[in-house]
Nanobody, 127 residues
Framework: QVHLVESGGGSVQAGDSLKLSCAVS????????MGWFRQAPGNEREFVAS????????QFADSVKGRFTISRDNGKKMVYLQMNTLKPEDTAVYYC????????????????????WGQGTQVTVSS
């Protein structure tokens, strides 16, 4: 089984930066696409960013493009989301997710692509 644990969330001011980390407990993460999603109170969970197994095929939601970057270290089994120029509308619980090859028919930006999810980490941005 694959277990994901997010960390790095917190409360910051608008314009600040945060770096989220996702530690993956698995024999290897080389074959997984990794994604970040977020859910604000009263909203559906939404896609934020994804990164392919080799570190290529990176995608971002339009709302975070140019402000967020995603990276992974397969050797350390870690995935990162660097969030810059944070805005109050970025306030949400952020989830890390891992997607198996068997679900490759789905786009990397949809929840169905992902089989394993973390518990989430809260990010709060005040104005």
């Amino acid at each position: 089984q694959v277990h994901l644990v997010e960390s790095g969330g917190g409360s910051v001011q608008a314009g600040d930066s945060l770096k989220l980390s996702c530690a993956v407990s698995a024999r290897s993460i080389f074959s997984y696409v990794m994604g970040w999603f977020r859910q604000a109170p009263g909203n559906e969970r939404e896609f934020v960013a994804s990164i392919g197994a080799s570190g290529a095929n990176i995608q971002f939601a339009d709302s975070v493009k140019g402000r967020f970057t995603i990276s992974r270290d397969n050797g350390k089994k870690m995935v990162y989301l660097q969030m810059n120029t944070l805005k109050p509308e970025d306030t949400a619980v952020y989830y890390c997710a891992a997607g198996e090859f068997v679900k490759a028919r789905y786009s990397n930006s949809v929840e169905d692509r992902y089989s394993f999810w973390g518990q989430g980490t809260q990010v709060t941005v005040s104005s």
